[in-house]
């Protein structure tokens, strides 16, 4: 039930985009997006609720694809503040007790 | 503003050594978590709750208990620490499953067990 993320680490300049991959093999009810900065607590990026459904946070944004039961995190221009590690977490569709499962996260390095 | 906060920032203790995590909420929230945090095995759910008293199991729950007296406190206990138990621990918090529930993180525990 721990969705899968990919990739596992990805090294960027700045201003070049990244994808960050999480796929589940349970129907989703949800998918959230965190990242977490070294020796911090994740800090909530989005949360998506519907199938197909994109938001956006300045120039991080996401999507979500309910029929293959995955969400993509898509980020833009990358900035040296993007450093960190993207955790996706999915609610199954059918959760009666609002757990969510966490991927083993993306690290992303951006370089000067 | 959503607080969650965890009673020590570090904590350093020696094996077998009982040991209290606690975890404070203001938010009303039914639903709270305990997380450990390992690198490359990513967030990992020891146990939680989702009312008073209503507990549990995660995914790793050996060698812990919980316990949640009041609503707003939920206390992770290493019953006999163990140095495999030296980890960064979060606690989160949510509302209940019909809300699409977003957890809330605490600032974490590194828990260093020598």
């Known amino acids: 039930q721990q969705p899968v993320q990919s990739p596992q680490a990805v090294i960027l300049r700045e201003g070049e985009d990244a994808v960050i991959n999480c796929s589940s093999s349970?129907?989703?009810?949800?998918v959230h997006w965190y990242r977490q900065k070294h020796g911090e607590a994740p800090v909530f990026l989005m949360i998506?609720?519907?199938?197909?459904e994109q938001k956006g946070h300045e120039k991080i944004s996401a999507s979500f694809n309910e029929k293959k039961q995955q969400s993509s995190l898509y980020l833009t221009a990358s900035q040296l503040s993007y450093s960190g590690t993207y955790f996706c977490?999915?609610?199954?569709?059918?959760?009666?007790?609002?757990?969510?499962?966490f991927g083993r996260g993306t690290q992303l390095t951006v370089w000067p | 503003d959503v607080k969650v906060t965890q009673s020590s920032r570090y904590l350093v203790k020696r094996t077998g050594e009982k040991v209290f995590l606690e975890c404070v909420q203001d938010?009303?929230?039914?639903?709270m978590f305990w997380y450990r945090q390992d690198p490359g095995l990513g967030l990992r759910l020891i146990y939680f709750?989702?009312?008073?008293?209503?507990?549990e199991k995660g995914d790793i729950p050996e060698g812990y208990s919980v316990s949640r007296e009041k609503k707003e406190r939920f206390s992770l206990i290493l019953e006999s620490a163990s140095t495999n138990q030296t980890s960064m621990y979060l606690c989160?918090?949510?509302?209940?499953?019909?809300?699409?529930?977003?957890?809330?993180f605490g600032p974490g525990t590194r828990l260093t067990v020598l």
């Open positions: 938010m009303d929230h039914e639903n």
């Open positions: 998506l609720l519907k199938g197909g």
């Open positions: 989160a918090s949510s509302l209940g499953a019909s809300g699409g529930p977003r957890p809330y």
């Open positions: 349970k129907a989703l009810y949800s």
């Open positions: 977490g999915t609610l199954d569709r059918g959760s009666t007790l609002g757990r969510l499962y």
């Open positions: 709750s989702y009312d008073v008293k209503m507990k």
